[in-house]
């Protein structure tokens, strides 16, 4: 199969490279160039346009910040869905919200388009090992075609339901991993006010049923270590977070823990913190109650 890539940011650019690896036929764009660049020379072909690369491919992947960037890409005048034949796929990777991924499904199914979500799970550092986590949103008879495609990226897929039903488990799963950001930092800051060593800490919280992956994996090789190039940036993490607040009042749901975690990582945006990764919450409430950055 011929496939296309839009979206080459921190994980849409590890999972193309990791199609190329695998032999497949890929073609990419982007808005930036450095990134199509580096991919052409590893074997991908370019696409002057998005309307061009769903042209010539039978799937097409979209890995794009949020929702609007997804509407524009593939609704627009000159997009995604006026590119693809019908009887091709689209596989939405990114994070966006529950209206605009039923959208796309209509839009896609109005033009004969196989659609599916498949927003992707576990940290950047995965991505790059090829270890990353799918939550799938398909039709049981696209389920089989997409998952061998989508295990040239990863490790793991997880058929969610129907298309939709992959976003909708993306939201739930950041919500819990952004709210276990804040807390995995204000127990650090409180040990470090109460005069604890920061690595024996870590290692009580690690060896305990308090652990949780953002903490174990993550914590140790960004903000701990002093790392806050972006992985998961704290803007995005922003915006996932509101992205659940919204789908809760939706469905009519309080979401208090939510809706402080949001309130919180905006703080620290407005303190700076954009262009971070969200591990930077640690120095942000290390910061505000007087305290030096924590690092092991």
Known sequence: MKVGFIGLGRMGFALASHLLRKGVHLTVHDIQSAPVDALVAQGALRAASTRELAAGVDVVFTMLPGPKQSRAVILGEGGVLDGLRGGSFLVELSTIDT??????????????????????????????????????????????????????????????????????????????????????????????ALGLDTRKTFDVLTGTTASNGQLKEKWPVKVLGGDLTPGFDIALGFKDLTLACQAAQSAGISLPMGNLARSLFQLARHAGKDGQDTSCMTDFWAESNGLLPLRM
């Open 99 to 192: 209206d605009t991924v039923d959208e796309l499904a209509r839009a896609s199914r109005e033009r004969g388009v196989h659609f599916a979500d498949a927003p992707v799970g576990r940290l950047a550092a995965h991505a790059d090992r090829g270890e990353s986590l799918f939550m799938l949103g398909a039709a049981e008879a696209d389920r089989a075609r997409l998952e061998s495609l989508l295990l040239q990226m990863g490790t793991t897929v997880l058929h969610c339901g129907d298309p939709g039903s992959g976003t909708r488990m993306k939201l739930i799963n950041n919500l819990m991993v952004l709210c276990y950001c804040q807390l995995n930092s204000e127990a650090l800051v409180l040990a470090n």
